[in-house]
């Protein structure tokens, strides 16, 4: 009984086949077929192993919302080297909500403004980073692959004892501000808190050949997530202006360097995407299958066409009985004369 419902369900399972075999002895090969194949299969074969770089690789997803987070306090990073002196410079910072933030966390170190050829060769590597991410938005992509893993991004010591006067002022630290827009000012002269305001004051310093350096940034919270890292960051954008102070000319206002700062209501969200497995898989199959299917349908209308052209101009099998005997006879009538012409070569 179990052989027969065994048997009963094989022969079901038969007749529920979609894809039935075909004999061998039905099947006829030729050496368009074959050459189509060969076409097909290289094709598959460079597809497949393209898609699957293309399945190795990641890509950066962005997305957009409002920042919530508005209690927090934005991070500053400062490393600025002015050419004066440490005692005739100050800097500190006012933003909108008139909070003075001192300057405790900056450090004033006396310095040399010349670079050294390292420092230099560091500079215009970093200027042409910067002109490239200007130009090729994709190798921020990378940067954010690789984060962390690049080289340092500040300024290299100085390797020579050099016997040069210290003429500027290196001014370096960081500060913590509330996430308003704001004015670091750095300027001639120490800054001075009062009840209404703050000022510089500013003795024995000339006036002449002065100049106001203006940098507007606006920054942008990011929080990265990565296969590699997740940490919160921001992003900006700065826009620089510069004039010579003149009041002879008309030229009013305060010399010194001025950044403004204003930080957006909307946070950008960078994660690292990678294509699942499944996908992969089906994109793999769509491949082989729209080749193998493509290239059957034209392997069989070029057949159709040739098979047309063929029977127009009667050539080949289409060709009528009359011609096909006329070819016939005249092999025969060679085939009958070679050998007489054979035998009456007159021998040696």
Not at 19 to 32: D, G, I, L, M, W
Not at 322 to 336: F, P, T
């Amino acid at each position: 009984m179990r052989r027969l419902s065994r048997k009963k369900a094989l022969s079901l399972v038969k007749e529920l086949d979609a894809f039935p075999k075909v004999s061998e002895s039905y099947v006829e090969t030729s050496a368009s077929g074959g050459t189509v194949s060969l076409i097909a299969f290289s094709a598959m074969a460079l597809l497949a192993v393209l898609e699957f770089f293309v399945y190795r690789d990641t890509w950066m997803k962005y997305e957009y919302e409002v920042d919530k987070d508005f209690s927090s306090k934005l991070k500053i990073n400062i490393d600025i080297t002015v050419a004066m002196k440490c005692q005739h410079v100050g800097a500190d910072i006012l933003d909108l909500a008139e909070t003075m933030i001192t300057s405790n966390g900056l450090h004033y170190e006396p310095a040399i403004f010349e670079l050294t050829p390292q420092q230099r060769l560091w500079q215009r590597t970093l200027i042409v980073i910067q002109s490239r991410l200007r130009e090729e938005h994709a190798l921020q992509e990378v940067l954010y692959k690789t984060l962390l893993k690049g080289g340092p991004t500040a300024l290299p010591p100085r390797e020579d004892s050099s016997i040069e006067p210290l003429t500027a002022c290196r001014i370096h630290g960081h500060v913590y501000v509330n996430k308003v827009a704001g004015n670091l000012h750095i300027t001639v002269g120490k800054p001075i808190h009062h009840p209404q305001g703050h000022a510089h004051i500013a003795a024995f310093v000339s006036h002449e050949n002065n100049q106001m350096f203006q940098y507007f940034i606006t920054v942008v919270p990011t929080r990265l997530n990565t296969y590699k890292i997740s940490a919160d960051t921001h992003q900006f954008s700065v826009t620089e202006r510069e004039r010579v102070i003149n009041h002879a000319a008309g030229s009013h206002g305060v010399s010194g360097i001025f950044v403004k700062y204003d930080t957006s209501s909307l946070m950008v969200t960078v994660s690292e995407q990678h294509m699942p497995f499944w996908q992969f898989l089906v994109r793999l199959c769509g491949i082989i299958g729209g080749i193998f299917s493509t290239t059957g349908m034209l392997h069989g209308l070029v057949g159709f066409c040739f098979d047309v052209i063929c029977c127009r101009l009667k050539v080949g099998v289409y060709r009528s009985r009359e011609d096909v005997q006329l070819h016939n006879q005249m092999n025969n009538l060679n085939n009958h004369q070679t050998p007489l012409l054979a035998d009456n070569v007159p021998q040696e």
